[in-house]
């Protein structure tokens, strides 16, 4: 199946709404489960002095689920959408244990092209689900290189494209078998925007990333993980 682009940012109200309210807690925790692997892997450690990326942070499930495991190293939780921050900064609000966390509304092209900066590089990065939202990918790559330096650990988790509509739509109703219209319609544009496994590794060797690993997992995502 052919790559089909989406728009890039999750502005629309609505769609913001469905995603925030929709229950995607088995693959979030999951992937809590996996960056404690890959943690273990690459023998790092994150305490009180750490930080931790989340890109494409949306509501902040993910970011919520890093600060939950990590209470004392500090989660820097970055989207382009204000629409999906307002929903992320109003559930911090409520929960003191949030408080290590900072969401900052940016888009990617702002870090790569530099007209924001951000001082203090990571010491884990993280991203669900944002890659196949950029239409040059190479804009995602480039911005995790600002927030890189030595020893630090990444791990990016995206759908990964299927090779027909029928697969797609067979995907969509095993995982989202009774969701609103909205987050269907936003489920199925998400797997064709997605990308392939072979094509993040052309990706990484143009970005000379070649040293991070891809691979599938399970029927629906891929993986990037490593360390630089
Ligand atoms: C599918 S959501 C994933 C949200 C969150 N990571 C999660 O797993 O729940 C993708 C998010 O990436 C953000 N995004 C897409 N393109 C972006 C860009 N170029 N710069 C910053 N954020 C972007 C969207 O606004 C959206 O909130």
Not at 38 to 55: A, H, P, R, W, Y
Not at 94 to 119: A, M, P, Q, W
Request: glycine share 4%; with cysteine.
């Amino acid at each position: 199946m052919k790559r089909v682009l989406e728009p890039e940012l999750m502005q629309d109200l609505l769609q913001v709404q469905a995603y925030a309210e929709a229950d995607f807690s088995e693959s979030d925790n999951s992937l809590i489960k996996r960056i404690e692997e890959i943690l273990d892997l690459e023998s790092k450690q994150l305490g009180s002095k750490s930080l931790i990326v989340d890109l494409g942070c949306g509501p902040g499930n993910i970011t919520e689920r890093l600060s939950t495991r990590w209470p004392f190293s500090k989660i820097l939780g970055i989207d382009g959408s204000e629409a999906m921050l307002a929903v992320a900064r109003q559930r911090k609000n409520h929960r003191e244990t949030y408080s290590r966390i900072n969401y900052c509304c940016c888009d990617l092209g702002s870090i790569v092209n530099r007209s924001i900066v951000f001082e203090k590089a990571a010491d884990l990065i993280v991203s669900n689900s944002l890659l196949h939202h950029l239409h040059d990918p190479s804009y995602f790559w480039k911005a995790l290189q600002h927030f890189t330096a030595q020893g630090t650990v990444y791990l990016h988790r995206d759908l990964r494209r299927p090779s027909s509509m029928d697969e797609a739509i067979a995907l969509q109703k095993k995982y989202l078998p009774d969701a609103p219209k909205v987050l269907i319609n936003d489920y199925l544009a998400s797997l064709q925007a997605a990308f392939t496994v072979s094509e993040v590794e052309v990706q990484l060797e143009s970005q000379g990333l070649e040293h991070l690993r891809v691979c599938e997992n399970d029927d629906r995502y891929l993986e990037i993980f490593g360390s630089f």
